[in-house]
């Protein structure tokens, strides 16, 4: 067995009026991201003039004076607005969002249409509207035409929103693809150093990256038409799991990519293609050249809602030679790398330690003044997905994550000035923190955070086992969308006890646990 040393473990007196206040700076930090995520995407959307020109052209064919219109996922309101002013009498504006449905109000307001805009916070699956509408909109195409539920949304519309005759847009779904040699590409990386990454090359094959600029790539075949769903009659989205393309290649070109983009009908003779937006992108799928000249290449696609898998087969007259490809793939290489195993595949094999001893020691020790940097440091790694989402450069995401540190730090001196924190230590190296208040009947989890690297190694998992054994029981906060976090705890015996807006209450009873 694994020797534990718990040390001292700080008391951490985390009051009801500490906890709020912590929980309102980490909801501000969440608003002010999220708000600033939303104006800067929906500024690009807004940018976007062939998206504009062609959904503006598709409203101003449908809609006649007098109409209603509903607009589904209307985000900052464009097409509710544009079609109040085209001479809709009533229009109702759906998004998920509150923050959107502020603004769709304050735009309604600003082009005095709204006396005939509602902004409605929901999902349209939610709402009971009647069949009232002669034109439905929703813009849920999303890059690879099915991945925002476009199918299920008109269907749905059809059924309990659209008059008889009435009409939506857009009218249909294409997905298209078309062989390729990327124009601009890395040869080998790291590039300024003398030394290459072959390895790490190969793994970034499996990683689809979008095509911002058209003139990046040159294509070698005409488009194939992978599927194409009529909206208007269609119900359900249609398997996506085996989507295929033949193209004939002439052997002097090298191949090295497969781009798939989105086409729809918005309207009789009003079309939009991704290839021309600049808010929807093709999506590119890179392969590795074949070894030899081939007359044909065969591509296979499947779209599942966890990951995408490509196959590229160049075939000759005496020759098939096939590669496949998804993040699954890279997945399983970088864990099966992590975790010390042996592993032989397309990547060429790859011989790693295998019998990494776990080890020997866990210990806690009290946090110093000089721990700060490291806690700093361990704060930035909680958030980091997060901030890096809003676009901002490397510097301002770390002068908001080191804000944000502050402003943890300080409310908790403020509010817990006789608190107690441990640096937990993975054999003598420190990896995370720990914070317990044992003050109550029950022990408060307040914290426990371990550096990336340190993660998934049994360390959170055997110091809280360690809680346990102590008999009483443990009470702690964790936020929703730590998935990871959830399935731990209840892996280890806690349950649910209430929920805030952002965070599950959980506990765990030693009675209950056979203790």
């Given at each position: 067995?694994?020797?534990?040393?718990?040390?001292?473990?700080?008391?951490?007196?985390?009051?009801?009026?500490?906890?709020?206040?912590?929980?309102?700076?980490?909801?501000?930090?969440?608003?002010?991201?999220?708000?600033?995520?939303?104006?800067?995407?929906?500024?690009?959307?807004?940018?976007?003039?062939?998206?504009?020109?062609?959904?503006?052209?598709?409203?101003?064919?449908?809609?006649?004076?007098?109409?209603?219109?509903?607009?589904?996922?209307?985000?900052?309101?464009?097409?509710?607005i544009a079609a109040a002013k085209i001479g809709a009498a009533k229009v109702v504006a759906v998004d998920m969002d509150e923050l959107l449905v502020g603004v769709i109000r304050m735009l309604a307001d600003e082009h005095g249409v709204s006396d005939r805009v509602?902004?409605?916070?929901?999902?349209?699956?939610?709402?009971?509207?009647?069949?009232?509408?002669?034109?439905?909109?929703?813009?849920?195409?999303?890059?690879?035409?099915?991945?925002?539920?476009?199918?299920?949304?008109?269907?749905?519309?059809?059924?309990?929103?659209l008059r008889e005759g009435g009409y939506i847009i857009p009218e249909s779904v294409e997905l298209y693809a078309a062989a390729g040699n990327l124009n601009v590409k890395t040869e080998t990386i790291p590039i300024g150093s003398d030394f290459e990454f072959e390895?790490?090359?190969?793994?970034?094959?499996?990683?689809?990256?979008?095509?911002?600029?058209?003139?990046?790539?040159?294509?070698?075949?005409?488009?194939?038409?992978?599927?194409?769903?009529?909206?208007?009659?269609?119900?359900?989205?249609?398997?996506?799991?085996?989507?295929?393309?033949?193209?004939?290649?002439?052997?002097?070109?090298?191949?090295?990519?497969?781009?798939?983009?989105?086409?729809?009908?918005?309207?009789?003779?009003?079309?939009?293609?991704?290839?021309?937006?600049?808010?929807?992108?093709?999506?590119?799928?890179?392969?590795?050249?074949?070894?030899?000249?081939?007359?044909?290449?065969?591509?296979?696609?499947?779209?599942?809602?966890?990951?995408?898998?490509?196959?590229?087969?160049?075939?000759?007259?005496?020759?098939?030679?096939?590669?496949?490809?998804?993040?699954?793939?890279?997945?399983?290489?970088?864990?099966?790398?992590?975790?010390?195993?042996?592993?032989?595949?397309?990547?060429?094999?790859?011989?790693?330690?295998?019998?990494?001893?776990?080890?020997?020691?866990?210990?806690?020790?009290?946090?110093?003044?000089?721990?700060?940097?490291?806690?700093?440091?361990?704060?930035?790694?909680?958030?980091?997905?997060?901030?890096?989402?809003?676009?901002?450069?490397?510097?301002?995401?770390?002068?908001?994550?080191?804000?944000?540190?502050?402003?943890?730090?300080?409310?908790?001196?403020?509010?817990?000035?006789?608190?107690?924190?441990?640096?937990?230590?993975?054999?003598?190296?420190?990896?995370?923190?720990?914070?317990?208040?044992?003050?109550?009947?029950?022990?408060?989890l307040t914290d426990i955070t371990l550096a990336p690297e340190f993660r998934g190694r049994g360390i959170g998992s055997r110091l809280i086992r360690q809680l346990q054994r102590e008999g009483k029981a443990i009470v702690l906060s964790v936020d929703k969308q730590?998935?990871?976090?959830?399935?731990?705890?209840?892996?280890?015996?806690?349950?649910?006890?209430?929920?805030?807006?952002?965070?599950?209450?959980?506990?765990?009873?030693?009675?209950?646990?056979?203790?």
């Amino acid at each position: 067995m694994v020797p534990i040393r718990m040390g001292i473990l700080w008391v951490a007196f985390m009051t009801s009026a500490g906890r709020e206040l912590l929980n309102n700076y980490d909801h501000q930090a969440k608003l002010f991201g999220h708000a600033h995520a939303l104006l800067k995407t929906h500024e690009t959307l807004l940018r976007d003039g062939e998206r504009n020109v062609r959904f503006h052209d598709a409203l101003r064919s449908r809609v006649t004076p007098g109409s209603n219109v509903l607009d589904i996922g209307a985000g900052t309101g464009i097409w509710a607005i544009a079609a109040a002013k085209i001479g809709a009498a009533k229009v109702v504006a759906v998004d998920m969002d509150e923050l959107l449905v502020g603004v769709i109000r304050m735009l309604a307001d600003e082009h005095g249409v709204s006396d005939r805009v509602e902004a409605i916070c929901a999902s349209s699956f939610d709402l009971q509207l009647g069949r009232q509408f002669d034109v439905v909109v929703s813009e849920t195409i999303g890059y690879l035409g099915y991945d925002e539920r476009i199918v299920e949304v008109m269907a749905d519309s059809r059924t309990r929103f659209l008059r008889e005759g009435g009409y939506i847009i857009p009218e249909s779904v294409e997905l298209y693809a078309a062989a390729g040699n990327l124009n601009v590409k890395t040869e080998t990386i790291p590039i300024g150093s003398d030394f290459e990454f072959e390895l790490l090359t190969k793994l970034n094959l499996n990683s689809p990256r979008v095509l911002k600029n058209d003139l990046d790539v040159t294509l070698l075949t005409s488009p194939s038409l992978l599927i194409s769903t009529d909206l208007r009659d269609t119900d359900a989205t249609p398997p996506l799991t085996d989507l295929k393309a033949t193209w004939d290649m002439p052997s002097q070109h090298e191949v090295d990519c497969v781009i798939a983009w989105v086409e729809s009908s918005l309207a009789p003779g009003i079309r939009l293609s991704t290839r021309q937006t600049t808010s929807w992108f093709p999506t590119v799928y890179r392969i590795e050249p074949p070894a030899r000249p081939f007359e044909k290449i065969e591509f296979t696609l499947s779209l599942t809602p966890t990951s995408n898998y490509w196959t590229a087969t160049f075939v000759s007259s005496e020759h098939r030679e096939s590669r496949s490809y998804s993040p699954e793939y890279a997945a399983t290489q970088m864990i099966a790398a992590a975790r010390g195993a042996e592993i032989t595949n397309e990547l060429g094999r790859m011989v790693l330690a295998g019998n990494r001893r776990p080890p020997s020691l866990i210990e806690l020790r009290e946090a110093r003044a000089e721990d700060k940097a490291f806690l700093r440091k361990l704060y930035h790694s909680t958030r980091a997905d997060e901030v890096t989402a809003f676009g901002w450069s490397e510097s301002e995401q770390d002068s908001f994550l080191t804000m944000q540190f502050e402003m943890q730090q300080r409310a908790y001196e403020m509010q817990f000035p006789d608190a107690e924190c441990s640096i937990i230590l993975f054999d003598d190296v420190p990896a995370g923190r720990l914070i317990v208040d044992r003050s109550g009947d029950s022990t408060s989890l307040t914290d426990i955070t371990l550096a990336p690297e340190f993660r998934g190694r049994g360390i959170g998992s055997r110091l809280i086992r360690q809680l346990q054994r102590e008999g009483k029981a443990i009470v702690l906060s964790v936020d929703k969308q730590n998935l990871s976090a959830m399935r731990l705890y209840e892996k280890l015996g806690f349950t649910r006890t209430g929920e805030t807006e952002f965070s599950f209450s959980m506990r765990w009873d030693a009675r209950k646990n056979g203790q």
